[in-house]
């Protein structure tokens, strides 16, 4: 599986990014993946969307033309989103009015959402399968990932870890990613046979 992960938060050493780093290399190290590459959002690296998008203006060519490889490039992808009162951050709403069919369409897709308390977590979650998908058609899996407490697992150093939170979510991690790759394989088929753009039916109802 080719593999494209968002970390969906702005800020700069955000946990998010630790959770995509350790599920890249979790990916890498157990075969499932043959690559794997990240896209951050931290630092806020894209402008927020407007109507040069659609007339194709040089200066989004330029902003969008590395994602857009990656995620072309991409037959899985990982959306990693922290929960900022209780939404996902606008930076992640603003990458999904830029993507499309071509990058994401008809692709499995794993949410994976953090959170710093004991119970936050479910809202971007619900947030993403509600809206994020309607005209890029994206498929997320019906399994996702809650990260909650997230400064104490996926550590670097074990030592930082609650080490009966870490094997449980490290377990499920690795059992969510093996199912992302045979939905990978799935979906490879229904891209390679069934009629997935339709000038006719561009947006999503
Ligand atoms: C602006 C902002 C709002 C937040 N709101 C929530 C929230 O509603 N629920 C929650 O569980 N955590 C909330 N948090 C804390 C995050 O769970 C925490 O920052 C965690 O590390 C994930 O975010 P990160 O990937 O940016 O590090 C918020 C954090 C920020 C920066």
Redesign the pocket.
């Known amino acids: 599986m080719k593999l494209a992960i968002i970390s969906g ?1 702005h ?1 700069l050493n ?3 990014e630790k959770v995509a780093n350790y599920a890249k290399n979790l990916a890498l190290s157990s075969g499932l993946a043959s690559s794997a590459e990240i896209i951050s959002l931290a630092g806020n690296p894209i402008p927020f969307w407007d109507e040069g998008v659609w007339a194709g203006e040089e200066r989004w060519q330029q902003v969008l033309a590395p994602i857009q490889t990656v995620l072309r490039n991409s037959d899985a992808l990982i959306v990693v989103t ?5 939404q996902i951050p606008s930076g992640l709403k603003n990458l999904m009015l830029l993507v499309g069919v071509p990058e994401v369409g008809h692709k499995p897709a794993l949410i994976v959402s ?4 004991e119970t ?2 479910a809202y971007p979650v619900a947030e993403l399968r509600m809206s994020s998908y309607k005209n890029n058609r994206i498929c997320y899996l019906p399994e996702h990932l809650i990260v909650r407490k ?2 104490s697992v996926f550590n670097a150093d074990s030592a930082e870890n609650d080490a009966k939170a870490q094997e449980y979510l490290h377990k499920r991690l690795a059992w969510n990613l093996s199912l992302l790759q045979a939905y990978a394989q799935a979906l490879s088929q229904v891209r390679a046979t069934a009629e997935t753009t339709s000038s006719d039916f561009a947006f999503g109802m």
């Open positions: 938060s800020r955000s946990q998010s922290p929960e900022w009162h209780g953090v959170s710093a308390s936050g977590g997230v400064n």
